[in-house]
């Protein structure tokens, strides 16, 4: 089995709290690592600067009452060192003597400190220090209206730590949360800055690694790497060697997506593909591609789908398959049949998941991988896509817990559950977010799980996939389309 080289370990909020107090219990000074967090900061963002040109002079620094707001006084003092003109905006700070040591050093620097955050708009740069990694609750409407002000003035924009407002766990905001350029996160990446909404709000990913990490840090999940290497075809491979792919839908209204994931499946390499489908979609499907073959779904019974199955690597079932009761009794006669198909790879999506949210009995095995986006998720965990959006990672687990199988839980730093790893997908864009990349990926997963079996990781896969969106939307993510994909596919599976 290939290795998995983990792009980089991602941490709760908890375990990175917990953490520290290892390392100040080792009598480590937690004033000490206040002002290397700063101190670095100070100087990546004056290289960051300088490396693009940016005509910056005037740095407003937002500090609230915490420990993260420590950190934003330190900085204003090094950059004032370094020549910015800087001047902070701060709440009513507690009890902390680290705060405090904090802002004295930042006025033995004649940083001019304002208890306010009566902002004008005449800086280059704002820096938020405002909350960091302990924030999770909902802001009250004073919080909110300040962090408004924060994304309404103009400049570059820097996060210490977790832009405020964005939950270091989940990614969700509360309810609202500060856009930047940058956000410098110290020690680790969180798992709130990597999926969710996240995207939205961190801009630009800087690790600040200043510990070394102890025996008790637990990754909860990894970052995806973008770097993918698939193994050489061998030179006497044939058709066969490649897995035989069939994708099982296309009700008679719903044509399009069986096409999608089976031309993404022999795009990702597939050696052949078959469509089970309406007859009614044949014709449409060998004039766009005559390399795939048909069957018409209506003539199969138990039987005839045990005989077929002899010959297939690998299922793609659900795409289009709709949801009236004919489709309910072709779940029904596929879905008794491929739970026992242990030695296929098989991929439920689509409505096969709609269908699975009905099933009393669902213990499914180890090559079965299911792909819903959070409203799917929703019906399956009996729950609410706000639900589902508030804590991604919970749901994914409750998915498996309940399920069994492999999950990838669609969206925006897509998540993989696979031999209970926990992994956050790197690469996609938001031009993605279009009808039929679902199809696009199940079609995928099929065709390389039956190439590669246990050589390819699943969320490989998908991180192949967002590969693909990603060289699209080079020309501009608006109006990329899942047809698109075909062709992207066939770069990325060769890079």
Not at 6 to 35: C, D, T
Not at 92 to 117: C, M, R, V, W
Not at 230 to 241: D, I, N, T, Y
Request: hydrophobic share 45%; proline share 2%.
């Amino acid at each position: 089995m290939r290795s998995i080289v983990y792009h980089s370990p991602v941490y709760n909020r908890e375990s990175i709290q917990a953490w520290e107090k290892r390392w100040f219990a080792q009598h480590n000074s937690s004033v000490g690592l206040m002002q290397q967090v700063a101190w670095t900061i100070a100087a990546r963002l004056d290289q960051y600067i300088l490396k693009n040109s940016l005509s910056i002079k005037k740095i407003a620094v937002w500090c609230g009452s915490g420990n993260n707001a420590g950190d934003g006084y330190y900085a204003a003092a090094y950059l004032s060192q370094k020549g910015y003109e800087v001047q902070i905006f701060a709440a009513p700070t507690g009890d902390s003597s680290d705060l405090k040591q904090a802002i004295l050093y930042a006025q033995l620097h004649k940083i001019q400190i304002e208890p306010n955050f009566a902002v004008p708009d005449h800086f280059d740069c704002h820096i938020d220090a405002l909350f960091g990694i302990g924030l999770n609750r909902k802001l009250d409407q004073n919080w909110q209206d300040i962090l408004q002000h924060f994304n309404h003035l103009s400049g570059l924009k820097v996060a210490i730590d977790v832009p405020s407002g964005l939950d270091a766990n989940t990614g969700q905001v509360l309810p609202i949360a500060i856009k930047v350029d940058i956000t410098f996160t110290a020690l680790a990446m969180k798992m709130g800055l990597v999926t969710g909404q996240a995207k939205e709000y961190v801009g630009q990913l800087d690790i600040i690694s200043l510990i070394p990490n102890d025996d008790e840090l637990k990754p909860m999940a990894y970052l995806t790497s973008p770097e993918i290497d698939l193994p050489k075809r061998q030179a006497f491979g044939h058709k066969g060697s490649y897995g035989h792919i069939l994708v099982v839908g296309g009700h008679a209204n719903m044509g399009g997506a069986v096409i999608m994931a089976a031309e993404a499946a022999f795009h990702a390499g597939a050696g052949k593909v078959t469509v089970m489908c309406n007859a009614s979609h044949h014709s449409a499907i060998l004039s766009r591609s005559p390399n795939i073959m048909v069957q018409d779904i209506d003539q199969f019974d138990s039987a005839k789908i045990e005989t077929l199955l002899s010959q297939i690597d690998a299922v793609c079932f659900g795409m289009g398959l709709g949801r009236d009761d004919q489709s309910a009794q072709i779940f029904q006669r596929w879905f008794e049949i491929l739970q026992s198909q242990t030695q296929l790879e098989i991929v439920l999506d689509a409505d096969a998941l709609w269908f699975l949210a009905e099933e009393k009995n669902t213990d499914l095995h180890e090559n079965i991988y299911l792909t819903p986006h959070s409203a799917e998720a929703a019906r399956l965990l009996n729950t609410t896509v706000m639900q589902i959006e508030q804590d991604r990672v919970r749901a994914i687990y409750q998915l498996q817990e309940k399920y069994q199988g492999n999950w990838v839980l669609k969206g925006s730093g897509s998540l993989i559950l696979e031999n209970d790893t926990l992994f956050v997908c790197s690469t996609g864009n938001a031009g993605m977010a279009t009808g039929g990349m679902g199809d696009v990926l199940a079609g995928m997963i099929a065709s390389l799980k039956a190439q590669l079996h246990t050589d390819i990781a699943l969320s490989d896969i998908v991180t192949l996939h967002g590969k693909a969106g990603d060289l699209l939307a080079e020309q501009g993510q608006r109006g990329i389309q899942a047809q698109h994909m075909a062709d992207a596919i066939y770069q990325v599976v060769n890079l």
